[in-house]
């Protein structure tokens, strides 16, 4: 079962725009969500995260909306840059204990490609 | 660079030959995963290491594969007998021993079985 969900493969925004990517859950025991940025041949980079007791977390150009009544996270990002173009992961754990570490699972990606 | 480092970088090998692959992650992290993803997909979990403890396995981990972390520093994980549905990206990622830290990946070791 998908417990993390991108529905939208990939998204084409031009440079200068926000792009907004979106993701959903089933897992109510998940409390912390991450974004990743992955390029070709690399490992995901951190972007932003978010705990569950916020709504909101911004850093930068990146700001990540969680709203857990509809068990939907967002990220935008504002401006998009052409180097912002790359897979985009959002990802979820719960709270160690039992048989959880922390690990985390992941949506299966949107390739964003931001037009100069 | 202190990054999480991952080698060799990129593997071709025959089905049913074993292959390994080392993980040194960032120094002071005492957590270790690895995960696979393959292609069009998300990453998904492998396996858990506190230290030298391996505390959690993923069914995705079959008898074929068995992970270590000897003494709580580096890792590795090794895959007896490779299948073609082995082919895949083995990430590892590391992350510190406090409440809710970030993972930190490698680049990857890309495994083809041919």
């Known amino acids: 079962d998908q417990q993390v969900k991108q529905n939208s493969p990939s998204l084409s925004v031009q440079e200068g725009r926000i792009s907004i990517l979106n993701c959903d859950y089933t897992?109510?025991?998940?409390?912390?969500f991450l974004w990743y940025k992955k390029y070709p041949a690399e490992g995901p980079t951190f972007l932003i995260s978010?705990?569950?007791?916020?709504d909101k977390n911004e850093d930068g150009r990146f700001t990540v909306f969680l709203n857990k009544s509809a068990k939907h996270l967002s990220l935008h990002i504002v401006p998009s840059q052409p180097g912002d173009s790359a897979v985009y992961f959002c990802?979820?754990?719960?709270?160690?204990?039992?048989?959880?570490?922390?690990?985390?699972?992941f949506g299966q990606g949107t390739i964003l490609t931001v037009h100069p | 660079d202190t990054g999480v480092s991952q080698n060799p970088r990129h593997k071709i090998t025959k089905r049913g030959q074993n292959v390994t692959f080392r993980c040194d992650p960032i120094s002071e992290h005492n957590r270790l995963y690895w995960y696979r993803q393959t292609l069009g997909q998300g990453p998904e979990f492998l396996t858990y290491?506190?230290?030298?403890?391996?505390?959690?396995k993923s069914r995705l981990l079959s008898d074929r594969f068995s992970a270590e972390r000897p003494k709580g520093s580096f890792s590795t994980l090794e895959i007896q007998r490779t299948e073609q549905g082995d082919s895949a990206m083995y990430l590892c990622?590391?992350?510190?021993?406090?409440?809710?830290?970030?993972?930190?990946f490698g680049p990857g070791t890309r495994l083809l079985v041919l």
């Open positions: 897992n109510s025991m998940f409390d912390y």
């Open positions: 290491f506190q230290n030298e403890a391996q505390l959690e």
């Open positions: 978010i705990s569950s007791i916020k």
């Open positions: 990622a590391s992350s510190e021993d406090r409440g809710r830290e970030t993972q930190y």
């Open positions: 990802a979820a754990s719960a709270p160690a204990g039992g048989t959880s570490y922390g690990k985390l699972t």
